[in-house]
Protein backbone atom coordinates (compact mmCIF):
# COMPACT_ATOMS: atom_id res chain seq x y z
CA UNK A 1 0.00 0.00 0.00
CA UNK A 2 2.79 2.59 1.07
CA UNK A 3 5.22 1.67 -1.66
CA UNK A 4 5.56 4.05 -4.86
CA UNK A 5 6.90 7.55 -5.31
CA UNK A 6 5.01 10.34 -4.49
CA UNK A 7 3.50 10.80 -7.85
CA UNK A 8 3.30 7.66 -10.29
CA UNK A 9 1.18 7.09 -13.27
CA UNK A 10 0.28 3.07 -13.94
CA UNK A 11 -1.25 2.37 -17.14
CA UNK A 12 -3.86 -0.58 -16.14
CA UNK A 13 -3.27 -3.11 -19.04
CA UNK A 14 -6.83 -4.18 -19.63
CA UNK A 15 -8.38 -0.95 -20.76
CA UNK A 16 -5.47 1.42 -21.83
CA UNK A 17 -7.69 4.80 -21.42
CA UNK A 18 -7.64 4.30 -18.01
CA UNK A 19 -5.12 5.51 -15.84
CA UNK A 20 -4.53 5.40 -11.88
CA UNK A 21 -2.80 8.47 -10.81
CA UNK A 22 -1.48 8.97 -7.14
CA UNK A 23 -2.12 11.97 -5.72
CA UNK A 24 0.22 12.63 -2.32
CA UNK A 25 0.84 11.91 0.33
CA UNK A 26 3.14 14.95 0.26
CA UNK A 27 1.68 17.21 -2.61
CA UNK A 28 1.25 20.91 -1.15
CA UNK A 29 -2.69 20.53 -2.32
CA UNK A 30 -3.35 17.93 0.06
CA UNK A 31 -2.85 20.12 3.08
CA UNK A 32 -0.24 17.59 4.98
CA UNK A 33 -0.08 14.40 4.35
CA UNK A 34 -3.36 13.08 2.47
CA UNK A 35 -3.37 10.86 -0.41
CA UNK A 36 -5.48 10.16 -2.92
CA UNK A 37 -5.70 7.31 -5.52
CA UNK A 38 -7.50 8.82 -8.33
CA UNK A 39 -8.89 6.74 -11.52
CA UNK A 40 -9.02 8.60 -14.35
CA UNK A 41 -10.19 8.14 -17.98
CA UNK A 42 -8.64 10.62 -19.80
CA UNK A 43 -9.16 13.56 -17.70
CA UNK A 44 -11.95 12.49 -15.80
CA UNK A 45 -12.13 10.68 -12.50
CA UNK A 46 -13.75 8.11 -12.34
CA UNK A 47 -12.70 6.41 -9.20
CA UNK A 48 -11.40 7.83 -5.92
CA UNK A 49 -9.66 6.03 -2.95
CA UNK A 50 -8.38 8.38 0.21
CA UNK A 51 -5.68 6.78 1.82
CA UNK A 52 -4.83 8.29 5.50
CA UNK A 53 -3.28 7.70 8.49
CA UNK A 54 0.24 8.87 7.89
CA UNK A 55 -0.18 11.23 10.64
CA UNK A 56 -1.53 8.61 12.88
CA UNK A 57 -0.32 9.49 16.79
CA UNK A 58 -2.91 7.29 18.60
CA UNK A 59 -4.34 10.35 20.20
CA UNK A 60 -7.21 8.28 21.59
CA UNK A 61 -4.80 5.59 23.66
CA UNK A 62 -2.40 8.48 24.53
CA UNK A 63 -5.17 10.22 26.48
CA UNK A 64 -6.35 6.62 27.96
CA UNK A 65 -2.77 6.64 29.75
CA UNK A 66 -2.37 10.26 30.56
CA UNK A 67 -4.33 12.06 33.35
CA UNK A 68 -7.60 14.38 32.79
CA UNK A 69 -4.86 17.78 32.65
CA UNK A 70 -2.23 16.19 30.53
CA UNK A 71 -4.56 15.05 27.97
CA UNK A 72 -5.43 18.76 27.55
CA UNK A 73 -1.76 18.87 25.67
CA UNK A 74 -2.84 16.11 23.20
CA UNK A 75 -6.25 17.68 21.81
CA UNK A 76 -4.10 20.70 20.89
CA UNK A 77 -2.47 18.88 18.30
CA UNK A 78 -5.53 17.38 16.47
CA UNK A 79 -6.72 20.08 15.26
CA UNK A 80 -3.50 22.90 15.78
CA UNK A 81 -5.00 25.54 13.69
CA UNK A 82 -7.82 25.75 16.16
CA UNK A 83 -6.78 24.69 18.84
CA UNK A 84 -8.77 26.58 21.38
CA UNK A 85 -11.98 24.73 20.09
CA UNK A 86 -10.59 21.62 20.71
CA UNK A 87 -9.57 22.59 24.54
CA UNK A 88 -13.19 23.66 24.85
CA UNK A 89 -14.67 20.56 23.68
CA UNK A 90 -12.65 18.66 25.70
CA UNK A 91 -12.66 20.67 28.92
CA UNK A 92 -16.74 21.01 28.16
CA UNK A 93 -16.93 17.22 27.96
CA UNK A 94 -14.60 16.78 31.38
CA UNK A 95 -16.53 19.64 33.20
CA UNK A 96 -19.80 17.65 32.42
CA UNK A 97 -18.41 14.55 33.62
CA UNK A 98 -17.54 15.68 36.81
CA UNK A 99 -19.81 18.26 37.35
CA UNK A 100 -17.49 21.71 37.99
CA UNK A 101 -18.74 25.40 37.29
CA UNK A 102 -17.06 27.72 35.42
CA UNK A 103 -17.22 31.17 36.24
CA UNK A 104 -18.61 34.50 34.08
CA UNK A 105 -15.68 36.02 33.16
CA UNK A 106 -13.85 32.48 32.28
CA UNK A 107 -17.18 32.03 30.08
CA UNK A 108 -16.50 35.33 27.94
CA UNK A 109 -12.51 34.48 27.47
CA UNK A 110 -13.44 31.15 26.52
CA UNK A 111 -15.79 32.80 23.79
CA UNK A 112 -13.78 35.42 22.85
CA UNK A 113 -10.86 33.05 22.00
CA UNK A 114 -12.92 30.38 20.39
CA UNK A 115 -14.38 32.94 18.04
CA UNK A 116 -10.85 34.33 17.37
CA UNK A 117 -9.80 31.02 16.78
CA UNK A 118 -12.58 30.51 13.80
CA UNK A 119 -11.84 33.45 12.45
CA UNK A 120 -7.69 32.04 12.47
CA UNK A 121 -8.56 28.86 10.87
CA UNK A 122 -11.10 30.21 8.49
CA UNK A 123 -8.34 32.83 7.29
CA UNK A 124 -6.20 29.49 6.50
CA UNK A 125 -9.22 27.87 4.81
CA UNK A 126 -9.56 30.98 2.20
CA UNK A 127 -5.76 31.66 2.13
CA UNK A 128 -5.06 27.96 0.79
CA UNK A 129 -8.18 27.73 -1.19
CA UNK A 130 -6.85 30.36 -3.10
CA UNK A 131 -3.47 29.11 -3.62
CA UNK A 132 -5.52 25.68 -4.56
CA UNK A 133 -7.02 27.51 -7.51
CA UNK A 134 -4.13 29.13 -8.66
CA UNK A 135 -4.25 32.74 -7.49
CA UNK A 136 -0.67 31.29 -6.29
CA UNK A 137 0.09 33.24 -2.70
CA UNK A 138 -0.86 36.94 -2.70
CA UNK A 139 -4.50 35.92 -0.95
CA UNK A 140 -2.62 33.22 1.26
CA UNK A 141 0.06 36.33 2.25
CA UNK A 142 -2.89 38.83 3.25
CA UNK A 143 -4.62 36.36 5.45
CA UNK A 144 -2.15 35.17 7.40
CA UNK A 145 -1.18 39.36 7.92
CA UNK A 146 -4.01 38.98 10.21
CA UNK A 147 -3.83 35.50 11.41
CA UNK A 148 -0.65 37.13 12.73
CA UNK A 149 -2.41 39.45 15.04
CA UNK A 150 -4.21 36.45 16.90
CA UNK A 151 -1.75 34.36 17.16
CA UNK A 152 -0.27 37.66 18.86
CA UNK A 153 -3.50 37.71 20.83
CA UNK A 154 -2.91 34.06 21.81
CA UNK A 155 0.34 34.93 22.97
CA UNK A 156 -0.52 37.70 25.21
CA UNK A 157 -3.35 35.37 26.94
CA UNK A 158 -1.72 32.42 26.63
CA UNK A 159 1.88 33.03 26.27
CA UNK A 160 2.76 30.93 23.13
CA UNK A 161 1.25 31.10 19.79
CA UNK A 162 0.25 27.67 19.15
CA UNK A 163 -1.08 24.81 20.92
CA UNK A 164 -1.78 27.19 23.85
CA UNK A 165 -3.84 24.37 26.35
CA UNK A 166 -5.84 28.00 27.37
CA UNK A 167 -9.02 26.79 27.55
CA UNK A 168 -8.64 24.07 31.03
CA UNK A 169 -11.47 22.53 33.29
CA UNK A 170 -13.25 24.88 35.28
CA UNK A 171 -12.55 27.95 33.49
CA UNK A 172 -8.99 29.27 31.95
CA UNK A 173 -5.21 28.66 32.70
CA UNK A 174 -4.80 32.13 33.40
CA UNK A 175 -6.43 35.77 32.87
CA UNK A 176 -5.94 37.94 29.66
CA UNK A 177 -3.86 40.67 30.13
CA UNK A 178 -4.93 44.19 30.84
CA UNK A 179 -4.52 45.46 27.63
CA UNK A 180 -6.13 42.44 26.05
CA UNK A 181 -9.64 43.65 25.54
CA UNK A 182 -8.01 47.25 24.17
CA UNK A 183 -5.93 45.32 21.14
CA UNK A 184 -8.20 42.77 20.57
CA UNK A 185 -10.67 45.53 20.02
CA UNK A 186 -8.70 47.74 17.85
CA UNK A 187 -8.09 44.68 15.79
CA UNK A 188 -11.55 43.65 15.43
CA UNK A 189 -12.58 47.04 14.20
CA UNK A 190 -10.67 46.96 11.67
CA UNK A 191 -11.06 43.13 10.82
CA UNK A 192 -14.52 44.15 8.39
CA UNK A 193 -12.18 45.90 6.35
CA UNK A 194 -9.16 42.94 5.64
CA UNK A 195 -12.44 40.52 5.05
CA UNK A 196 -13.67 42.83 2.18
CA UNK A 197 -10.08 43.21 1.06
CA UNK A 198 -10.12 39.08 0.86
CA UNK A 199 -12.78 39.00 -0.78
CA UNK A 200 -11.45 41.83 -3.59
CA UNK A 201 -8.82 39.61 -4.04
CA UNK A 202 -10.65 36.47 -4.59
CA UNK A 203 -14.87 36.36 -4.33
CA UNK A 204 -14.95 39.01 -7.58
CA UNK A 205 -11.87 37.65 -8.92
CA UNK A 206 -12.88 35.85 -12.57
CA UNK A 207 -10.54 33.00 -12.21
CA UNK A 208 -11.84 32.46 -8.90
CA UNK A 209 -15.37 32.08 -10.00
CA UNK A 210 -14.54 29.94 -12.59
CA UNK A 211 -12.66 27.70 -10.71
CA UNK A 212 -15.09 26.94 -8.03
CA UNK A 213 -18.45 27.72 -9.25
CA UNK A 214 -20.67 24.70 -10.19
CA UNK A 215 -17.66 22.35 -8.93
CA UNK A 216 -18.28 19.54 -6.14
CA UNK A 217 -21.76 20.12 -5.65
CA UNK A 218 -23.19 18.13 -2.60
CA UNK A 219 -26.89 18.59 -2.43
CA UNK A 220 -28.35 19.06 1.01
CA UNK A 221 -29.94 15.03 0.80
CA UNK A 222 -26.25 13.49 -0.11
CA UNK A 223 -24.73 16.08 2.92
CA UNK A 224 -27.08 14.30 5.69
CA UNK A 225 -26.60 10.79 4.56
CA UNK A 226 -22.75 11.58 4.99
CA UNK A 227 -23.29 13.11 8.52
CA UNK A 228 -21.87 16.37 6.80
CA UNK A 229 -21.38 19.33 9.27
CA UNK A 230 -19.82 22.34 9.71
CA UNK A 231 -19.39 25.05 6.86
CA UNK A 232 -19.24 22.33 4.30
CA UNK A 233 -23.49 21.83 5.26
CA UNK A 234 -23.89 25.08 5.69
CA UNK A 235 -23.10 25.59 2.07
CA UNK A 236 -25.20 22.98 0.79
CA UNK A 237 -28.33 24.32 2.76
CA UNK A 238 -28.81 22.92 5.68
CA UNK A 239 -29.02 25.47 8.54
CA UNK A 240 -27.38 23.54 11.23
CA UNK A 241 -24.64 24.56 13.49
CA UNK A 242 -24.78 23.49 17.24
CA UNK A 243 -24.41 27.31 18.43
CA UNK A 244 -27.92 26.99 17.44
CA UNK A 245 -28.97 23.60 17.85
CA UNK A 246 -27.18 22.06 21.64
CA UNK A 247 -26.30 25.69 22.97
CA UNK A 248 -22.89 25.28 24.89
CA UNK A 249 -20.99 27.97 27.07
CA UNK A 250 -22.56 31.34 26.39
CA UNK A 251 -23.22 31.75 23.04
CA UNK A 252 -27.43 32.65 23.75
CA UNK A 253 -26.21 36.23 24.82
CA UNK A 254 -25.18 37.37 21.30
CA UNK A 255 -26.67 38.42 18.46
CA UNK A 256 -25.23 36.56 15.69
CA UNK A 257 -26.32 34.63 12.41
CA UNK A 258 -25.77 31.48 11.04
CA UNK A 259 -24.79 31.86 7.65
CA UNK A 260 -26.44 29.73 4.97
CA UNK A 261 -25.89 29.06 1.42
CA UNK A 262 -27.70 26.87 -1.20
CA UNK A 263 -25.12 26.44 -4.00
CA UNK A 264 -23.49 23.79 -2.31
CA UNK A 265 -20.61 24.20 -4.89
CA UNK A 266 -16.75 25.23 -3.78
CA UNK A 267 -17.69 28.94 -4.13
CA UNK A 268 -20.09 28.86 -1.88
CA UNK A 269 -17.97 26.50 0.66
CA UNK A 270 -15.76 29.46 0.29
CA UNK A 271 -18.34 31.98 0.89
CA UNK A 272 -19.58 30.62 3.97
CA UNK A 273 -15.99 31.06 5.57
CA UNK A 274 -16.30 34.55 4.52
CA UNK A 275 -19.69 35.32 6.19
CA UNK A 276 -18.60 33.15 9.25
CA UNK A 277 -15.59 35.51 9.84
CA UNK A 278 -17.17 38.22 9.85
CA UNK A 279 -20.20 37.26 12.20
CA UNK A 280 -17.23 36.13 14.68
CA UNK A 281 -15.87 39.50 14.89
CA UNK A 282 -19.98 40.15 15.61
CA UNK A 283 -19.65 37.93 18.44
CA UNK A 284 -16.12 38.75 19.96
CA UNK A 285 -17.03 42.23 19.64
CA UNK A 286 -20.09 41.75 22.04
CA UNK A 287 -18.25 39.63 24.46
CA UNK A 288 -15.54 42.34 24.90
CA UNK A 289 -18.31 45.01 25.53
CA UNK A 290 -19.68 42.91 28.30
CA UNK A 291 -16.73 41.04 29.97
CA UNK A 292 -17.39 41.40 33.82
CA UNK A 293 -14.40 41.60 35.92
CA UNK A 294 -14.24 38.44 38.42
CA UNK A 295 -12.73 34.70 38.72
CA UNK A 296 -11.09 32.93 35.89
CA UNK A 297 -10.82 29.53 37.52
CA UNK A 298 -13.82 28.03 39.85
CA UNK A 299 -13.05 25.47 42.31
CA UNK A 300 -11.37 22.60 41.36
CA UNK A 301 -10.18 19.64 43.26
CA UNK A 302 -6.29 18.95 43.20
CA UNK A 303 -6.07 15.75 41.61
CA UNK A 304 -9.18 15.36 39.33
CA UNK A 305 -11.08 12.08 39.43
CA UNK A 306 -14.35 12.41 38.06
CA UNK A 307 -17.07 9.66 39.39
CA UNK A 308 -17.55 6.78 37.32
CA UNK A 309 -20.02 7.75 33.68
CA UNK A 310 -19.11 8.69 31.04
CA UNK A 311 -20.22 12.23 28.81
CA UNK A 312 -20.43 13.54 25.18
CA UNK A 313 -19.73 17.50 24.34
CA UNK A 314 -20.02 18.96 21.06
CA UNK A 315 -19.01 22.44 19.60
CA UNK A 316 -19.10 23.80 16.59
CA UNK A 317 -15.46 23.70 15.65
CA UNK A 318 -14.48 25.73 12.45
CA UNK A 319 -14.20 22.37 10.43
CA UNK A 320 -17.45 21.30 11.55
CA UNK A 321 -18.60 19.62 14.74
CA UNK A 322 -15.95 18.59 17.09
CA UNK A 323 -17.14 15.80 19.71
CA UNK A 324 -15.47 14.48 22.90
CA UNK A 325 -16.64 11.45 24.40
CA UNK A 326 -14.95 10.52 27.63
CA UNK A 327 -15.60 7.97 29.73
CA UNK A 328 -14.51 8.06 33.67
CA UNK A 329 -13.71 4.57 35.50
CA UNK A 330 -13.30 7.33 38.92
CA UNK A 331 -9.54 7.05 38.81
CA UNK A 332 -7.02 10.04 37.23
CA UNK A 333 -7.05 9.19 33.59
CA UNK A 334 -9.88 8.74 31.18
CA UNK A 335 -10.99 5.19 30.73
CA UNK A 336 -11.95 6.03 27.16
CA UNK A 337 -11.43 8.98 25.16
CA UNK A 338 -13.14 9.24 22.13
CA UNK A 339 -12.63 12.00 19.80
CA UNK A 340 -15.54 12.87 16.85
CA UNK A 341 -13.16 14.68 14.82
CA UNK A 342 -14.81 16.79 11.74
CA UNK A 343 -12.59 16.62 8.97
CA UNK A 344 -12.17 12.80 8.87
CA UNK A 345 -15.72 12.38 8.52
CA UNK A 346 -16.78 15.03 5.99
CA UNK A 347 -13.88 13.68 3.97
CA UNK A 348 -16.03 10.07 3.53
CA UNK A 349 -18.14 12.12 1.08
CA UNK A 350 -15.12 13.37 -1.23
CA UNK A 351 -15.10 10.53 -3.33
CA UNK A 352 -18.82 11.22 -3.97
CA UNK A 353 -18.33 14.31 -5.25
CA UNK A 354 -15.18 13.92 -6.99
CA UNK A 355 -16.11 11.25 -8.98
CA UNK A 356 -16.97 13.05 -12.80
CA UNK A 357 -14.93 16.26 -12.29
CA UNK A 358 -11.86 16.78 -13.69
CA UNK A 359 -8.69 15.98 -12.07
CA UNK A 360 -7.80 20.03 -12.30
CA UNK A 361 -10.82 20.04 -9.95
CA UNK A 362 -10.09 17.68 -7.49
CA UNK A 363 -7.64 19.80 -6.09
CA UNK A 364 -10.11 22.75 -5.66
CA UNK A 365 -12.61 20.07 -4.26
CA UNK A 366 -10.63 18.77 -1.66
CA UNK A 367 -9.24 22.50 -0.96
CA UNK A 368 -12.92 23.80 -0.24
CA UNK A 369 -13.24 21.14 2.50
CA UNK A 370 -10.37 22.45 4.51
CA UNK A 371 -9.10 19.44 6.30
CA UNK A 372 -6.68 19.08 8.61
CA UNK A 373 -4.30 15.76 8.97
CA UNK A 374 -3.75 16.34 12.49
CA UNK A 375 -7.63 15.91 13.29
CA UNK A 376 -8.39 13.33 10.42
CA UNK A 377 -5.43 10.63 11.52
CA UNK A 378 -5.28 12.27 15.05
CA UNK B 1 -47.75 -4.55 22.56
CA UNK B 2 -44.63 -5.05 24.36
CA UNK B 3 -44.87 -5.19 28.03
CA UNK B 4 -43.43 -1.68 29.48
CA UNK B 5 -40.15 -3.51 30.99
CA UNK B 6 -38.27 -0.38 30.87
CA UNK B 7 -40.78 1.92 32.92
CA UNK B 8 -41.41 -1.40 35.16
CA UNK B 9 -37.46 -1.62 36.24
CA UNK B 10 -37.38 2.08 36.88
CA UNK B 11 -40.23 3.15 39.21
CA UNK B 12 -38.73 6.23 40.40
CA UNK B 13 -38.05 7.44 37.08
CA UNK B 14 -40.79 10.55 37.01
CA UNK B 15 -40.78 11.45 33.04
CA UNK B 16 -43.30 9.89 30.76
CA UNK B 17 -41.81 7.59 28.12
CA UNK B 18 -40.65 9.87 25.02
CA UNK B 19 -42.95 9.29 22.07
CA UNK B 20 -40.22 7.99 19.49
CA UNK B 21 -39.71 5.23 21.44
CA UNK B 22 -43.14 3.32 21.01
CA UNK B 23 -41.91 3.32 18.01
CA UNK B 24 -38.00 1.77 18.79
CA UNK B 25 -40.38 -0.57 21.14
CA UNK B 26 -42.15 -1.96 18.19
CA UNK B 27 -38.83 -3.22 16.80
CA UNK B 28 -36.85 -3.88 20.03
CA UNK B 29 -39.85 -4.94 22.86
CA UNK B 30 -36.75 -5.49 25.20
CA UNK B 31 -34.92 -1.89 24.77
CA UNK B 32 -34.34 -0.14 28.45
CA UNK B 33 -33.64 3.52 27.92
CA UNK B 34 -32.97 6.29 30.19
CA UNK B 35 -32.30 9.77 29.82
CA UNK B 36 -28.53 11.03 30.87
CA UNK B 37 -27.55 14.69 30.70
CA UNK B 38 -30.69 15.36 28.84
CA UNK B 39 -29.38 12.51 26.21
CA UNK B 40 -31.98 9.68 25.92
CA UNK B 41 -29.70 6.42 26.11
CA UNK B 42 -31.52 3.46 24.47
CA UNK B 43 -29.40 -0.01 24.74
CA UNK B 44 -30.62 -2.83 22.39
CA UNK B 45 -30.22 -6.09 20.88
CA UNK B 46 -27.32 -6.53 18.89
CA UNK B 47 -30.29 -8.00 15.84
CA UNK B 48 -32.08 -4.83 16.18
CA UNK B 49 -29.60 -2.39 15.19
CA UNK B 50 -30.05 -1.93 11.90
CA UNK B 51 -34.32 -1.94 11.62
CA UNK B 52 -34.05 0.48 15.05
CA UNK B 53 -31.81 3.07 12.87
CA UNK B 54 -33.76 3.00 9.94
CA UNK B 55 -36.95 3.64 12.39
CA UNK B 56 -35.26 6.08 13.84
CA UNK B 57 -34.00 7.97 10.44
CA UNK B 58 -37.84 7.51 9.11
CA UNK B 59 -38.64 9.76 12.52
CA UNK B 60 -36.63 12.79 11.61
CA UNK B 61 -33.50 11.94 13.16
CA UNK B 62 -31.49 11.86 10.54
CA UNK B 63 -27.86 12.84 11.21
CA UNK B 64 -25.60 10.03 12.56
CA UNK B 65 -23.14 11.64 14.57
CA UNK B 66 -20.51 9.31 16.21
CA UNK B 67 -19.74 5.93 16.15
CA UNK B 68 -17.75 4.72 19.38
CA UNK B 69 -16.89 1.41 20.92
CA UNK B 70 -15.67 1.31 24.13
CA UNK B 71 -13.76 -1.68 25.70
CA UNK B 72 -14.86 -2.77 28.87
CA UNK B 73 -13.10 -5.88 29.42
CA UNK B 74 -16.07 -7.82 29.48
CA UNK B 75 -17.59 -6.65 26.96
CA UNK B 76 -17.04 -4.15 23.52
CA UNK B 77 -19.89 -1.76 23.79
CA UNK B 78 -20.75 -0.02 20.74
CA UNK B 79 -22.60 3.99 20.77
CA UNK B 80 -24.00 5.98 17.84
CA UNK B 81 -25.07 9.00 18.67
CA UNK B 82 -28.23 10.33 16.53
CA UNK B 83 -29.34 13.56 16.22
CA UNK B 84 -31.57 15.48 14.11
CA UNK B 85 -30.06 18.09 11.48
CA UNK B 86 -34.02 19.71 11.54
CA UNK B 87 -33.07 20.04 15.33
CA UNK B 88 -35.79 22.65 16.01
CA UNK B 89 -38.49 20.05 15.11
CA UNK B 90 -36.85 17.48 16.48
CA UNK B 91 -35.09 18.07 19.81
CA UNK B 92 -33.94 14.85 21.35
CA UNK B 93 -30.49 13.75 21.17
CA UNK B 94 -30.15 9.46 20.96
CA UNK B 95 -27.88 7.41 22.12
CA UNK B 96 -27.90 3.30 20.77
CA UNK B 97 -25.93 1.33 22.47
CA UNK B 98 -25.14 -2.04 21.89
CA UNK B 99 -23.25 -4.73 23.48
CA UNK B 100 -20.85 -6.92 21.61
CA UNK B 101 -19.57 -10.42 23.25
CA UNK B 102 -15.36 -9.56 23.82
CA UNK B 103 -14.04 -11.81 21.05
CA UNK B 104 -11.13 -11.06 18.16
CA UNK B 105 -13.56 -9.86 15.89
CA UNK B 106 -17.41 -9.30 17.26
CA UNK B 107 -19.51 -9.00 14.76
CA UNK B 108 -21.76 -6.21 14.51
CA UNK B 109 -23.96 -5.02 11.74
CA UNK B 110 -22.92 -2.32 9.37
CA UNK B 111 -24.93 1.20 9.66
CA UNK B 112 -23.68 1.87 5.83
CA UNK B 113 -26.78 0.74 4.17
CA UNK B 114 -28.88 3.55 6.23
CA UNK B 115 -26.03 6.59 6.34
CA UNK B 116 -23.29 5.80 3.98
CA UNK B 117 -21.54 8.43 5.80
CA UNK B 118 -20.69 6.01 8.69
CA UNK B 119 -18.33 4.35 6.22
CA UNK B 120 -15.12 5.66 7.34
CA UNK B 121 -16.23 5.67 11.20
CA UNK B 122 -16.84 2.03 10.89
CA UNK B 123 -13.47 1.42 9.41
CA UNK B 124 -11.85 3.23 12.03
CA UNK B 125 -13.74 0.90 14.97
CA UNK B 126 -12.30 -2.03 12.93
CA UNK B 127 -9.31 -1.17 12.50
CA UNK B 128 -8.36 -0.06 16.32
CA UNK B 129 -11.38 -2.11 18.25
CA UNK B 130 -11.29 -5.25 15.83
CA UNK B 131 -15.46 -4.87 15.35
CA UNK B 132 -16.35 -6.58 12.02
CA UNK B 133 -19.21 -4.53 10.50
CA UNK B 134 -21.50 -7.25 8.72
CA UNK B 135 -22.44 -5.10 5.09
CA UNK B 136 -20.25 -2.56 5.23
CA UNK B 137 -18.64 -1.94 1.35
CA UNK B 138 -15.16 -1.75 2.01
CA UNK B 139 -13.82 -3.14 5.78
CA UNK B 140 -9.82 -2.34 5.70
CA UNK B 141 -7.74 -0.53 8.02
CA UNK B 142 -8.17 3.26 7.89
CA UNK B 143 -5.58 4.63 10.46
CA UNK B 144 -3.03 2.57 10.80
CA UNK B 145 -0.55 -0.02 8.58
CA UNK B 146 -2.09 -3.02 6.88
CA UNK B 147 -0.22 -5.37 8.27
CA UNK B 148 -0.79 -3.83 11.89
CA UNK B 149 -0.71 -6.40 14.62
CA UNK B 150 -4.01 -6.06 16.88
CA UNK B 151 -6.73 -3.25 17.59
CA UNK B 152 -4.47 -0.73 19.60
CA UNK B 153 -7.73 0.73 21.48
CA UNK B 154 -8.36 -2.82 23.03
CA UNK B 155 -7.07 -2.68 26.78
CA UNK B 156 -5.11 -5.74 26.49
CA UNK B 157 -3.57 -4.69 23.73
CA UNK B 158 0.23 -4.95 23.51
CA UNK B 159 2.92 -3.59 21.14
CA UNK B 160 6.68 -4.72 20.23
CA UNK B 161 7.94 -1.62 19.31
CA UNK B 162 11.25 -2.76 18.23
CA UNK B 163 8.72 -4.28 15.04
CA UNK B 164 8.68 -1.86 12.94
CA UNK B 165 10.04 1.31 14.05
CA UNK B 166 13.99 -0.03 16.03
CA UNK B 167 14.82 -2.85 13.74
CA UNK B 168 15.58 -1.18 10.94
CA UNK B 169 17.66 1.54 12.75
CA UNK B 170 19.25 -1.43 14.72
CA UNK B 171 20.00 -4.11 11.70
CA UNK B 172 20.23 -1.83 8.51
CA UNK B 173 18.36 -1.16 5.78
CA UNK B 174 19.08 -4.21 4.62
CA UNK B 175 18.80 -6.35 7.37
CA UNK B 176 22.48 -7.24 7.08
CA UNK B 177 23.61 -6.94 10.92
CA UNK B 178 20.54 -8.92 11.88
CA UNK B 179 20.72 -12.38 13.69
CA UNK B 180 19.35 -15.27 11.82
CA UNK B 181 15.50 -15.05 12.11
CA UNK B 182 16.07 -11.37 13.62
CA UNK B 183 14.05 -9.72 10.39
CA UNK B 184 11.24 -11.80 10.80
CA UNK B 185 7.72 -9.83 10.55
CA UNK B 186 10.00 -6.68 9.02
CA UNK B 187 8.98 -5.61 6.18
CA UNK B 188 11.23 -3.57 3.66
CA UNK B 189 9.56 -0.08 2.55
Same mark, same amino acid.
Given at each position: ?5 ? $? ?12 ? +?????QH??? %??VFR ?19 L ?6 LG ?26 YA ?7 G ?8 ? #??? !?????N ?5 QI ?10 T ?8 ? &????? !? ?20 G? $?R ?9 ? *????D?M ?8 S??T?N ?5 R ?12 K ?5 G ?7 I???? &? ?13 N?P?R ?7 ? /?? #??I????? =? ?9 ? !???G?I *????P ?6 K????A ?6 G ?5 I ?11 ? @???? =?? #???? $? ?13 V? #??? =??? !????? @??? | ?8 A ?6 PEP?E ?17 G??E @? ?7 V?AAR ?8 Y???V ?5 M?R????? %??Y ?11 ? +?R?DL???AN???? =? ?5 P??E??E *?E ?10 G?P?L??? +? ?5 PG ?9 ? /? ?10 G?E ?14 V
Amino acid at each position: MFEGAA $VELVQSPEDASELT +LNMGPQHPST %HGVFRLILQLDGETVVGVRPVMGYLHRSTEKLGEARTYVQAVTLTDRMDYIAPMSNNLAYALAVEKLAGLEVPERAQY #IRV !IVTELNRIASHQIAVGTFGADVGTWFTPLIYTF &REREE !ILDLFMMCAGVRMNPSYIRFGGV $VRDVPPDFVERA *RRFLDKMPRKIDEYESLLTNNEIFQARTKGIGMLPPELAKQYSVTGPIARASGIPYDV &RRAEPYSIYDRFAWNVPVRYGGDCFDR /YM #IRITEMRE =SVKIVQQALRD !IPEGEI *RGRMPKVLRPPKGDAYARIEAPKGELGFYIVSDGSTQPYRFK @VRAP =SF #INLT $VLGQLTIGHKVADAVV #ILG =SFD !IVMGE @VDR | MAVDKAAAAKPAEPEPEPPELAALREIASDLTWERKRGYLE @VKLPRDNLVTAARRLKELGYDYLSAVTSVDWMDRLEMLY %HVYSYDFAAHRECFV +LRVDLAREANPLCP =SLTTIWPGAEFQE *REVYDLMGVKFTGHPDLRRI +LTDEDFPGHPLRKDWTFD /YERVLVRHLRYGAEGQGAPPGGMEGFRSV
